[in-house]
């Protein structure tokens, strides 16, 4: 049994039904944020399912210098304190830097480590202090194990209100794999796991000055992941993946989505 977090309205963990931690992967602009939160909002809703809304004001490990990385940390957080204001649902977003921590904290409910950044001391260290709910995604680069040390960090510094998410481990070439072994090791810590399931079948640089990304596969390796017992799911949604400025090829339309949830809520009730 994992610890059960209070983030905002929602409980996740200690035995507690699927999360959904869900959005676009970075805000384009106020409207379009506003209208995917609202339809996320309007579906986990209709299945009551816990929802966590997630966007990047700003994603700062790009392929290519050209690619777009959002609005910046200041229009961002403003953005997503309308979200959280306006439909009072938690919110989510990345922090890349010391810097960010402080005005980043005063609005998110959830501190997000991106994956490459998860040996960062100072950077886990300072997330941690904020008190909030920090939720640190396992590196590409580390075995499960390994994040029994992440924790450590957080936990040494008075807080544990800690998430560790999966997505996926670097198999070269452009590609990711997941080990399902890995939700049983770092669910072992005492904390809620969730599987970052639309990161994980990304295929990195796999479009030259772009990630790719087989999103065929996100339901399959969802629903493995379900069966071990996680705590929550992460995907990255769009209106209309095709159009999306950030990971579009990875991403879940969200008319896909409703029907997708169902199916992993039951496989989860079967399993608690």
């Not at 202090?129 to 939720?135: A, D």
């Not at 800690?162 to 005492?190: H, Q, W």
Request: a neutral charge; aromatic letters at 6%; hydrophobic letters at 45%.
């Amino acid at each position: 049994m994992t610890k059960e977090l209070t983030i905002g309205s929602v409980k996740m963990g200690g035995g507690r039904p699927l999360v959904l931690i869900a959005g676009p992967c970075v805000i384009e602009s106020e409207e379009a944020t506003l209208c995917h939160a609202e339809r996320l909002m309007t579906i986990c809703n209709g299945l009551g399912m816990p929802l966590i809304f997630k966007s990047s004001y700003d994603k700062a490990n790009r392929t290519s210098v050209n690619a777009f990385r959002g609005p910046g940390m200041v229009e961002g957080l403003r953005i997503l304190a309308k979200v959280k204001e306006s439909l009072g649902i938690p919110v989510l977003s990345d922090i890349h830097s010391i810097e960010q921590v402080a005005p980043a904290a005063q609005v998110l409910d959830v501190l997000q480590i991106p994956a490459f950044l998860c040996r960062q001391t100072d950077l886990v260290i300072a997330a941690a202090k904020t008190g909030k709910v920090v939720n640190v995604k396992k590196g590409q680069f580390l075995a499960p194990w390994d994040m029994r040390n992440v924790v450590g960090k957080v936990a040494a510094s008075g807080n544990e209100n800690i998430i560790l998410t999966e997505r996926g481990a670097s198999f070269g070439y452009n590609n990711l794999v997941v080990d399902m072994r890995s939700f049983p090791v770092m669910r072992s810590y005492g904390y809620p796991v969730v599987f970052d399931a639309t990161h994980s079948v990304q295929l990195p640089g796999g479009q030259g000055e772009s990630s790719g990304g087989q999103r065929e596969f996100v339901e399959t390796l969802s629903r493995a992941a379900v069966a071990t017992g996680i705590d929550g799911i992460f995907m990255e949604v769009h209106e209309d993946p095709s159009c999306a400025l950030c990971d579009g090829p990875n991403s879940i339309p969200l008319a896909e989505l409703p029907a997708l949830l169902k199916r992993l809520q039951a496989l989860d009730a079967v399993v608690r």
